[in-house]
């Protein structure tokens, strides 16, 4: 008998079935392509309901960080315009716009030119609110890194929001931008 290996009751069996139980339970709690909820980037970035026009600028910074495209899109309402002053227009420059749709493509190839984009608003310069529209100005800073180079922006945003009826959602219809390169 001293000869004879010793075997585990039933012969090892049940210990490798109840692991491996345990181990398709586990798995089937978790699954790679089902989001969470509440998404966070782990920085203290998350996505708000934009039940405010602060909570708008919130996802604005959350989708230029994590470069969100689809974030980026659900900020701008149907009849957003975007303002800028070109210094090549005219003699001496002038404003000129763009609207949503540009907007987006322009946004899209800022977010794949770059690898990292962090933006920051600095302090607000002023905020009015009558019923469900909304105007701020910010101070921004926006800094680029990536093949292309590094750059940095600094300067004001004016913001127009307007909530919406449907959705309750606020969203910017406007955008001047005054930043300086």
Known sequence: ???????????????????????????????????????????????????????????FVYAYTLKDSLVYDGLLDSSFVFVYFDPNLGSSGL????????????TGRLFRSFETLTLIWDSTIYETQDGNNAELAKTLHLHLFGSRGEFNLTGNAIFNMRKSSYDQKWRITRW?????M
Do not use: H
């Not at 404003?95 to 322009?106: C, G, I, K, P, Q």
């Not at 001047?176 to 300086?180: A, M």
């Open 176 to 180: 001047k931008d005054e930043s300086q």
């Open 95 to 106: 404003y000129a716009s763009w609207n949503r749709d540009v907007e987006l493509r322009t």
């Open 1 to 59: 008998m001293a000869d004879r290996p010793l075997q585990p009751r039933g012969g090892g069996r049940p210990g490798l079935l109840l692991a491996l139980a345990f181990t398709l339970l586990c798995a089937a709690c978790f699954n790679p392509f089902a989001p969470e909820l509440e998404r966070s980037a782990g920085n203290g970035l998350r996505i708000t309901g934009q039940s405010t026009p602060a909570e708008v600028l919130d996802n």
